[in-house]
C-alpha cells in the first residue's frame, strides 16, 4: 500500500478506537448513571445517529467542494471539540446533546476518508476500501476491549481516553493528511439527493426496495446488542470489562475470519442471496443464545455467533445492490442501502428500549425472531419479478 494509504489507516484506527471508548457503554452510562429509563436511552442513540446522517451528507458536499483534507479536518474538529466539553460537562443534557454532535462531526468524516482513500490508491481498486474497513475493525476491537476497562473504574477516564485519541487523530490530519489531498477527489461521493429522481426499472427497484426492508429490520434487531442487550448484560451481573470484551472478540473475529468467510463463499455458498439468509439463520441462532444465557459464557458464545452472521449479511446486501442497478445507477442504488442501515441504527435503540420498558426483554427477543423471520421471507421473494422480467432491462434502467 502507498504511503498516504497507511497513513489514512492509521488515522482510521486512532479515530475508531476512541470512538469505541465510548459507544459500546453509551447505554449503561445513560441508564444505569443518568438514571434514565431504556426508552430514553433509545431516543439519545437515535439522535446520534440521525446526526451522523447530516454529517455524512454535509460531508460529501464538503468533500466536493473543499477536497478531503479540509473534509476530514472539519469533521475532526467538531468532534474533539465536543469530547472536550464532555470530559468536564456530562450530566444527561450536555451528554445528550454532545453525543449528537459527536454523530455530526463523525459523520464527516467517515465518508470523507473512504473517499480519499481511494483517490490516493487508484490501482489498488477493492483493496483500499478493505484496508479501511480493516482498520475500523481493528479499532473496535482495540477501543472496546480499552475502552470497557477503564469505564469500570470510571466513566471519566472513558471521555478523556476519547478526547486523546481524538486529539493524536486531529495532529495526524493537520500535519499528515495536507500533501495527500489539497484539491476536490476526482471521486465523487453519491447520495441519493444527486441522483435523477425518476427510476426508470421499476422492478428492480422495487426488488432493492423489499430487500432492503429486510434488511432494515435485520439492522434494527442487531444494535439491540448495543442498547437493550447492554443492560440486559448488566442484570445478569456482567462486568463492563466483561461487556467490551464481547465487541474486542466481534471486530478481532471479523478480521480474523476473512480468509475462512473467503473459502466457505467459493466453494460451499455461492449464492449471494443464500449468503444472506444463511446470516439471517445465524443471527437467529445468536439471539434465541442470548436470550438463555446466565453467565459471561452463554453471552460471549453468542457473540461469536452474531459476528460470524454479520459476516454473512453485511457485505451480502450490498454485493446484490451493485449487481442489480443499472449503468449510471450504482451510488443511488447504494445510497439507498446505507440509508437502510442508518435508518436500522436510527430506530433500533428506541423501539428495543419501550420493548424492554413496557413488556421487558422477553418480548424484545420474541420480537426480533419475528423481525428476522421476516427478513428472510423478503429476501426470498425480493427477486422473484426481476428474474422474469427486470434483468433484460437491467443495464438500460
Not at 465510548?22 to 436511552?41: C, G, R
Not at 474538529?77 to 450536555?94: E, P, R
Not at 422477553?362 to 419479478?385: A, C, E, H, N, P
Request: proline share 3%; net charge positive.
Amino acid at each position: 500500500m502507498p504511503r498516504p494509504l497507511w497513513l489514512l489507516v492509521i488515522g482510521m484506527v486512532l479515530n475508531v478506537t476512541g470512538a469505541s471508548f465510548l459507544w459500546p457503554v453509551n447505554t449503561i452510562y445513560i441508564h444505569e448513571h443518568l438514571d434514565k429509563s431504556l426508552t430514553v436511552a433509545g431516543i439519545v442513540l437515535m439522535c446520534n445517529s440521525g446526526a451522523g446522517v447530516l454529517g455524512n451528507l454535509a460531508g460529501g458536499l464538503v468533500f466536493d467542494r473543499l477536497g478531503g483534507y479540509r473534509a476530514i479536518l472539519t469533521g475532526v474538529s467538531v468532534t474533539l471539540a465536543a469530547l472536550i466539553m464532555l470530559v468536564f460537562y456530562h450530566g444527561f443534557m450536555f451528554y445528550a446533546s454532545l453525543l449528537a454532535v459527536i454523530g455530526f462531526g463523525m459523520g464527516i468524516t467517515f465518508p470523507s476518508m473512504y473517499a480519499m482513500a481511494g483517490t490516493v490508491w487508484k490501482e489498488g481498486g477493492r483493496k483500499a476500501f478493505n484496508a479501511i474497513y480493516v482498520a475500523q475493525n481493528v479499532g473496535v476491537a482495540a477501543g472496546a476491549a480499552c475502552g470497557g476497562f477503564v469505564a469500570s473504574y470510571s466513566f471519566q477516564w472513558s471521555f478523556i481516553g476519547n478526547a486523546l485519541l481524538c486529539a493524536l487523530f486531529f495532529l495526524l490530519v493537520l500535519f499528515g493528511y495536507k500533501g495527500i489531498s489539497n484539491k476536490a477527489s476526482e471521486i465523487s461521493p453519491e447520495t441519493i439527493l444527486t441522483q435523477d429522481s425518476k427510476i426508470k426499472n421499476k422492478t428492480i427497484f422495487t426488488g432493492l426496495l423489499i430487500l432492503c426492508g429486510g434488511y432494515l429490520l435485520a439492522w434494527i434487531s442487531y444494535v439491540q446488542w448495543q442498547s437493550t442487550i447492554a443492560v440486559f448484560t448488566q442484570e445478569a451481573g456482567i462486568s463492563l470489562k466483561l461487556y467490551s470484551l464481547l465487541w474486542t472478540v466481534n471486530g478481532a473475529l471479523i478480521v480474523l475470519l476473512q480468509p475462512v468467510l473467503a473459502y466457505i463463499l467459493k466453494h460451499w455458498i455461492t449464492s449471494t442471496k443464500t449468503q444472506i439468509l444463511v446470516g439471517y439463520l445465524i443471527f437467529i441462532v445468536s439471539f434465541v443464545t442470548v436470550s438463555r444465557a446466565e453467565a459471561f459464557s452463554g453471552f460471549m458464545g453468542a457473540m461469536v455467533i452474531l459476528t460470524i452472521g454479520e459476516m454473512f449479511v453485511w457485505p451480502g446486501v450490498p454485493s446484490i445492490a451493485n449487481d442489480l442497478a443499472p449503468a449510471g445507477r450504482v451510488g443511488f442504488y447504494q445510497g439507498i442501502v446505507n440509508s437502510t442501515a442508518t435508518a436500522g441504527r436510527m430506530i433500533g435503540p428506541s423501539f428495543g428500549g419501550i420493548l424492554a420498558d413496557v413488556w421487558g426483554m422477553k418480548t424484545v427477543f420474541g420480537v426480533i425472531f419475528v423481525l428476522f423471520m421476516i427478513s428472510i421471507v423478503l429476501t426470498q421473494i425480493y427477486d422473484r419479478k426481476i428474474a422474469v422480467g427486470g434483468l433484460s432491462q437491467k443495464k438500460t434502467g
